[in-house]
């Protein structure tokens, strides 16, 4: 017999043998046993900071990761965390102490009220079959794509378990098959893309799988592409746009806004992808394969729920080679052009695009980009290229949250594979994750950690500010995080001249190895492009508001 802990330790352990967690006295059994069965363990400094690291893990890895927290208070710690991984549809394993089975204590609170409200899937361990429950609250969170919370009250955790064979995994993991287009369908998307003369291809992550597909499906028709932030660089195709959306450059717009017929795959369509309702030509055809069960956009003319690798394969065999390819005919010279910024802006600090478009440079090519919320998020995506598919993250966005990203890093380091992971972070997330400055530094073996430093809340200021609101709840004291990363053990680098990006340079020159952050001060008062597109959503709302109640 083994203690129950111990049971789902060993159930867990050839699924997700990567954990990220913070002990206390609801999972210090279960702590104990899988480290003592070989788990790789990343200690973490705020419980949110597991969630958020495993959530990393996977979007990188495509793996399976546990994080684990104890009851009560280290539980409620990592809700925020634990409600991004839901509305991301984030597969992973939230291994958590819970309440005795007697009922709550005065420092207990109704954890399973909680997973309700935010959505994520509770499993709760028995003293008879621990490691078979364990199985299929990980099977769940693999079939289902979301964040499962394991619970193990906590008068069972060193209790003994009568448990024997446990179930094989993919006896549970069994799920319909994949949704595939029927033949009407089938038949009626190719018909429009057939009659395409500009077709045009955006792909999402839930396309990543599908790549070879879209692909050769491009090339048959003719068109050019284009992605979502989170599935940059699938393609090796000639004609893909890069990123669209919010981030894209105006050139990329531009061509899109002359398809007449859109194929979006995998792509949930968010006010930000289309750019809030500018993406696509009023009068073109805009077509939605997804596994969703219907249109997640109002302007979709034709949605089918499918499996994206499944029908583009079927939509190959049935749909003709294109005569002509409109994408051959796309000026693409400009494409990827942006505003390398002037060093200074108006009020003598740096540009923040001339230090993103400075440290693509420096940077090492083979590279993972994570990212926290906040007015800075463009700059990354916009200026720095990244090694591949899964290659770029934003842990928080979902949910609209910030300073979630900065442990991201932890668990991006994990899956990173021995590329060097670059964190870009604005100075009011970082100070939220700061704990897990030493994680980062402890655990990550060659990243750098971006932080646009402009002493503000920069979104507020360019939202609200900027409409009138008083700037001083906006403001932060200017930090010195440089000199905070030496005294963590990472390299600190002050950037406020072009002149001090050489000592990156340095870094870089010297191996890469550790950690280095870059503490850019950058001015608050140029505003990214994708920030205008917001103001300029948000006075057309306010008009038709206006309109509507004269």
């Known amino acids: 017999m083994s203690s129950v802990s111990a049971a789902i330790a060993h159930a867990l352990k050839p699924l997700a043998p990567q954990i990220f967690g913070l002990m206390g006295n609801g999972n210090a059994h279960f702590l104990d046993a899988a480290v003592r069965q070989g788990f790789s363990y990343t200690a973490v400094r705020h419980e ?43 597969p992973l394993l939230f291994v958590t102490g819970d309440a005795p089975r007697t009922g ?12 309700t409200a935010v959505r994520a899937p509770r499993y709760v361990v028995d003293q008879e079959t621990p490691g078979a429950i364990a199985l299929a609250a990980a099977a769940h969170a693999l079939r289902e794509q979301c964040p499962v919370v394991l619970a193990i009250p906590y008068d069972l955790t060193a209790l003994q378990t009568p448990e024997g064979q446990l179930p094989s995994f993919e006896s549970l993991q069994s799920a319909p098959p994949a949704p595939e287009l029927n033949s009407t369908q089938l038949n009626q998307i190719a018909a429009v893309l057939s009659g395409a003369k500009r077709p045009h291809i955006l792909y999402g992550r839930g396309a990543i799988d599908a790549a070879a597909q879209i692909t050769a499906l491009a090339a048959k028709l003719g068109a050019t592409t284009s992605g979502t932030l ?24 531009e061509i899109i806004a002359q398809s007449d017929v859109v194929l979006a795959l995998g792509a949930s369509l968010n006010q930000f992808t289309m750019r809030f309702g500018e993406l696509v030509n009023e009068s073109a055809t805009l077509i ?52 390398r910024g002037e060093e200074r802006a108006a009020d003598g600090l740096l540009d923040p695009r001339r230090v993103a478009s400075e440290l693509e440079q ?85 990243g750098v950690i971006v932080i646009y430093n402009d002493s503000a809340y920069g979104a507020e200021v360019h939202q609200y500010g900027s409409i009138g609101l008083h700037e001083d709840p906006m403001l932060i004291p200017t930090v010195d995080f440089a000199a905070l990363a030496q005294g963590m053990g990472a390299t600190g680098i002050k950037v406020e001249s072009l002149e001090d990006f050489s000592k990156v340079s340095d870094w870089v020159a010297a191996g890469a190895r550790g950690v280095c952050l870059v503490d850019a001060r950058i001015s608050a008062r140029v505003r990214a492009p994708y920030m205008e597109e917001v103001l300029a959503a948000n006075r057309k709302a306010a008009r038709a508001t206006a309109s509507q109640s004269d």
């Not at 690798?309 to 494409?335: H, I, M, R, Y």
Request: glycine share 10%; aromatic share 8%; hydrophobic share 45%.
């Open 104 to 115: 709550l204590r005065g420092w207990d609170v109704d954890q399973a009220a909680i997973d």
């Open 48 to 90: 949110s900071a597991a969630v958020s690291a495993a959530d990393a893990y996977f979007r990188i890895s495509n793996k399976l990761a546990i994080a684990s927290t104890t009851y009560g208070a280290g539980y409620t710690n990592a809700v925020t965390a634990l409600a991004e991984a839901a509305a991301a549809r984030t």
């Open 230 to 253: 989170l599935a940059r660089d699938l393609l090796d195709y000639p004609y893909d746009l890069g990123i669209t959306g919010g981030f894209a450059t105006e050139k990329n717009a």
């Open 288 to 339: 939605q394969l997804d596994l969703a069960a219907s249109a997640t956009n109002p302007r979709v003319d034709y949605f089918a729920t499918a499996d994206i690798t499944a029908a583009t394969a079927d939509l190959l065999q049935v749909v003709p080679q294109a005569q002509a390819s409109w994408a051959e005919n796309v000026d693409l010279a400009t494409l990827r052009t942006r505003p």
């Open 362 to 446: 420096i940077l090492p090519a083979n590279r993972v980009l994570v990212q926290d919320g906040g007015h800075f998020i463009g700059w990354g995506p916009m200026y720095w290229s990244t090694s591949g598919a899964r290659s770029l993250t934003c842990v928080g966005t979902a949910y609209q949250s910030i300073g979630l990203g900065i442990a991201s890093m932890v668990g991006a380091g994990a899956a990173a594979a021995g590329r060097t992971v670059v964190l870009a972070s604005g100075d009011g997330g970082f100070l939220m994750g700061l704990a897990d400055l030493e994680s980062i530094v402890r655990t990550v073996s060659s």
